[in-house]
Nanobody, 119 residues
Framework: VRLAESGGGSEQAGGSLRLSCAAS????????MGWFRQVPFKQREKIAT???????TYADAVKGRFTISEDNNRKNLYLQMDNLTPEDTAMYYC??????????????YGQGTQVTVSG
């Protein structure tokens, strides 16, 4: 399994960014796919998931502002981030786990993409 994120960068508070993840190496319809983020000295935080049955779940911190989506049988995963705040500054990771969305830690991660929000 390989996951490769792109789309991070710097944005002003109130702005938007869209992260992309290219997944390869398996049938990702059999996986829970998700996005995590991490700031220095803190645990990686699960923020959005899409279960094998299509159910989408968000962490309270991003609910109503972030949207997870996919295409090409989940070989492309996206995270649309709107109304960004400085608290959204973090390294963002695409993740996948064949066992489902329940775990705090997924089996597979990409290398991460940095998002920095100022203002």
């Amino acid at each position: 399994v390989r996951l490769a994120e792109s789309g991070g960068g710097s944005e002003q508070a109130g702005g938007s960014l869209r992260l992309s993840c290219a997944a390869s190496g398996d049938d990702f319809l059999q996986y829970c796919m998700g996005w995590f983020r991490q700031v220095p000295f803190k645990q990686r935080e699960k923020i959005a998931t899409m279960a094998q049955n299509g159910k989408v779940t968000y962490a309270d911190a991003v609910k109503g502002r972030f949207t997870i989506s996919e295409d090409n049988n989940r070989k492309n995963l996206y995270l649309q981030m709107d109304n960004l705040t400085p608290e959204d500054t973090a390294m963002y990771y695409c993740a996948a786990d064949a066992l489902g969305c329940w775990s705090r830690s997924f089996r597979h991660y990409g290398q991460g993409t940095q998002v920095t929000v100022s203002g």
